[in-house]
C-alpha cells in the first residue's frame, strides 16, 4: 500500500476508486484506492492510499507511483468495527479487479508507455 500526497487531486471526490499502477515506471498492476479522510481513523489529512494488487518484495517508499484512475467503487464512510471495515476492503479489491478485466487495455496507457513491460 501507498500513502500519496493529497496536493495533484485537484476536485476528486472521496471515495474509493480502481484502476492501474505501477512503480518506478516498472510492471503496470490491477489497484484500489481510497481516497479521503479515513472516518474509522478520525484522520485531519485528506489522503490518498493506493493498494496495488501485487505482492512486492520490497518497500517502496521514496518511489514514483502512477495511478490511472478508472471507476468508482463507493463513497467513504465509517464502519462500526475494524472487521467491518477489513471486510468492505476485501469487497472493494474484489470488485475493482473484476471490473478492471473488462479494462484491461488501461494498462498501455500513456501514463504508463516509459514503463516496463506490463504483467
Known sequence: KAVVSTQSTGNLSTGVYYGFASVSRGPVYKAVTSVGWNPHYGNEEKSIE??????????????????????????????????????????????????????????????????????
Open 50 to 119: 493506493v493498494h496495488i494488487l501485487n505482492k512486492f518484495e520490497e518497500d517502496f517508499y521514496g518511489e514514483e507511483l502512477r495511478f490511472i484512475f478508472l471507476g468508482y467503487i463507493r463513497d467513504e464512510c465509517k464502519f462500526e468495527s475494524l472487521e467491518a471495515l477489513i471486510e468492505r476492503i476485501n469487497a472493494d479489491i474484489k470488485e475493482g479487479s473484476d471490473r478492471l478485466e473488462e479494462l484491461i487495455e488501461y494498462k498501455n496507457d500513456e501514463l504508463f508507455k516509459s514503463s516496463a513491460e506490463t504483467q
